[in-house]
């Protein structure tokens, strides 16, 4: 399994998970780069929002499903610390396997699930634009 991860437009991380064979190793970088992302959250000192792309998620990769909650767990303290927002961009497969490993372990920050780019986009726009008037909306309560 190929795992692709974007980390240019930060705090906004996009991770895409590729068609191609799975394998052990493509895992084990998956988990690897993921862990290394909590490493980018500590130093810059900024929670993430991170949009998973499973829409090309191999239908081999239900073989790694309890060594991803598996890891879901191990690392959920991080991810109540630096995760802000889940975004999940899903297939029919890629919505199948969210499935069963949110049957396990639910995700520890708040997350929405899109069946196309279009509407995901349209969540980040309204997203972006709130938090900036939310945090306008604190500063003048603070003056």
């Not at 060594?67 to 889940?86: D, G």
């Not at 049957?103 to 196309?116: A, D, G, T």
Request: aromatic share 12%.
């Amino acid at each position: 399994m190929i795992v692709n991860y974007n980390t240019n437009n930060w705090p906004y991380v996009k991770i895409k998970f590729l068609k191609d064979s799975v394998t052990d190793n493509g895992f084990n970088k998956h988990i690897s780069n993921f862990r290394n992302l909590y490493v980018k959250c500590e130093e810059t000192n900024t929670k993430m929002i991170v949009i998973f792309d499973l829409r090309e998620v191999p239908a081999g990769s239900i073989k790694y499903v309890k060594q991803q909650v598996q890891f879901n767990k191990e690392i959920k303290p991080l991810s109540r610390l630096w995760i802000e927002h889940s975004l999940f961009l899903t297939s029919t497969i890629g919505k199948g396997i969210l499935d069963i490993v949110f049957s396990f372990e639910k995700p520890v920050s708040p997350y929405n699930v899109y069946s196309n780019e279009k509407n995901l986009i349209e969540f980040i726009k309204d997203y972006d634009l709130n938090k900036g008037t939310k945090g306008k909306e604190e500063e003048k309560i603070l003056e």
